[in-house]
């Protein structure tokens, strides 16, 4: 029961959901085919029939309801709000697509002659142009399809650049508390030992532990800035200087550019390559695996090594590609995912320089009114101003772990927050608003949270129990993990 007395939600949303073999029943048909215009034909081998396969049932309507209601049940930034931090679900807007789909950059093939496609590598080379602006750095590559395979091209081509000094010994890579999980991995994978360092008691990165740290076995640190906790981290700086005087490079993981766009260069800041995370920062459909683009900007040092090809504007003013005199190879096919580059050029350039502003101003100002209007409810580990998400702590109230508020949100028609990371705060609540959401829909938001807390209040066990109006209730994760089902059952009676 509720804590209103009410049945719960999930009895009375059964007959919407029930499945299709559960709607079965004999003799009911759904279609009707006309006679078969082809010959009869053979039967494979009876072992390769299957017995006892049953297929519901049903009529026309029933089909029609049961897949319009699946439909319905998809949940996307076009229907609702995804507060999911550290991943930058905003709105994407819409008049992108209709410029990727355009006949001269959706049909172009990479295997075209140049002189055919001079347009879409003149895109390419105008985004890379953008994108140099943006982070501060000279060079630029295109070539990695998504976030993580920017980050790992992103390190070896920081490795390449330390061979080519004669510094191939180097292999100490430093990783903060609260790095992306994808970091250490990128790290390990280029062949680097992954030193962990903590936070100091203000939430930015130790700068005591960087200097334990910084000697001739350094090849350099991965660092997010703004960092996973929502901050722009104050020693950020300074861990740069001490790294290069240690001779080492400083690699920039960029998935949280939405904050610093128009107003922040990495580059000037001491970064010397980052990624940024082109399906996210600058709006392309995210989310279900892809698609993505990682491009990567890097120092002048670190130029000749980047992944090809890289597009070129020539001397006669024609557009072509090529691949650096040192590059660490191709890490995708033709030009990278070329859509989402075309997307993200779209936005950059309908946005201009005011735009941007814009973009990383919003995101900042509705990251900061949610830490004013949750306060109340959670505990701020670091209380000070946040860039474009919020960190909470969700044990202030018994009863009410993170996990359960994030299920319960799933009933007020909400995304769950990221959880239980970055993994220095407990019980971690990661909300992030993105630049696209209006005063009222966050306002919403915050009401839902409160009605939560309340219920919490009211009941502590009845938290434990949600999302009661989903399709799926709450699962016994470690036994789903350890004894799928895979397959459908007839529910027992």
Avoid at 150 to 159: F, I, S, Y
Avoid at 254 to 283: C, E, I, P, W, Y
Avoid at 473 to 487: F, N, Q, V
């Amino acid at each position: 029961m509720t804590p209103d007395g009410a049945p719960p939600l999930r009895e009375a949303a059964h007959n919407r959901r029930r499945l299709l073999m559960e709607r079965s029943r004999p003799g009911r048909e759904g279609v009707t085919l006309p006679a078969s215009d082809a010959p009869p034909q053979p039967m494979p081998d009876a072992a390769m029939l299957r017995d006892g396969l049953e297929l519901p049932e049903v009529t026309e309507g029933e089909v029609v309801r049961y897949f319009t209601h699946l439909s319905q049940l998809n949940f996307s930034v076009d229907t609702n709000f995804y507060p999911l931090g550290s991943c930058t679900m905003k709105y994407n807007p819409k008049v992108n697509e209709a410029v990727a789909a355009l006949p001269g950059f959706a049909l172009a093939h990479p295997a075209q002659p140049e002189r055919q496609v001079q347009g879409a590598l003149e895109a390419l080379f105008r985004l890379q142009t953008f994108l140099q602006e943006v982070s501060g750095l000279p060079a630029v590559s295109l070539a990695p399809l998504a976030g993580a395979q920017g980050e790992l091209a992103g390190v070896l081509t920081l490795r390449a650049a330390l061979e080519a000094r004669g510094e191939g010994r180097r292999r100490k890579m430093l990783i903060p508390d609260t790095a992306h999980g994808t970091n250490p991995a990128s790290a390990a994978m280029a062949g680097f030992q992954v030193v962990h360092v903590p936070s100091d008691s203000g939430g930015d990165i130790d700068l005591g532990a960087v200097r334990a740290e910084a000697d001739g076995d350094i090849a350099g640190v991965m660092f997010t800035q703004p960092t996973t906790l929502g901050l722009f981290d104050r020693n950020a700086l300074e861990m740069c200087r001490v790294v290069h005087e240690a001779g080492g490079l400083v690699y920039a993981d960029g998935a949280n550019m939405n904050a610093l766009l128009g107003r922040a260069k990495l580059g000037q800041m001491g970064f010397d390559v980052v990624h940024m995370n082109l399906h996210k920062t600058f709006s392309t459909p995210h989310g279900g695996g892809g698609p993505g683009a990682g491009p990567i900007c890097v120092s002048a040092e670190l130029a000749p090594f980047l992944p090809g090809p890289v597009a070129v504007r020539r001397d006669d003013g024609s557009y072509g590609s090529e691949t650096p005199a040192r590059s660490i190879g191709r890490v995708g096919g033709a030009q990278g995912n070329f859509g989402v580059l075309i997307r993200a050029l779209s936005y950059i350039t309908l946005l201009g320089a005011d735009g941007m502003l814009d973009v990383s101003g919003n995101a900042v100002l509705n990251a900061n009114y949610l830490l004013a209007k949750l306060r109340p409810l959670y505990d701020l580990p670091f209380d000070r101003p946040v860039m474009h998400e919020v960190v909470f702590s969700a044990r202030k109230r018994p009863g009410a772990t993170a996990l359960d508020v994030s299920k319960r949100l799933l009933d007020h028609g909400f995304h769950a927050p990221t959880m239980y990371f970055p993994l220095v705060v407990p019980e971690a609540l990661m909300i992030e608003p993105t630049e696209t959401e209006s005063k009222e829909t966050l306002d919403a938001f915050v009401e839902a949270l409160h009605r939560i807390d309340a219920e919490a209040a009211a009941d502590e066990s009845f938290l434990h129990g949600a999302p009661y109006d989903a399709p799926v209730s709450r699962l016994d994760e470690a036994r789903a993990a350890r004894r799928p089902e895979l397959r459908w059952r007839e529910p027992e009676a």
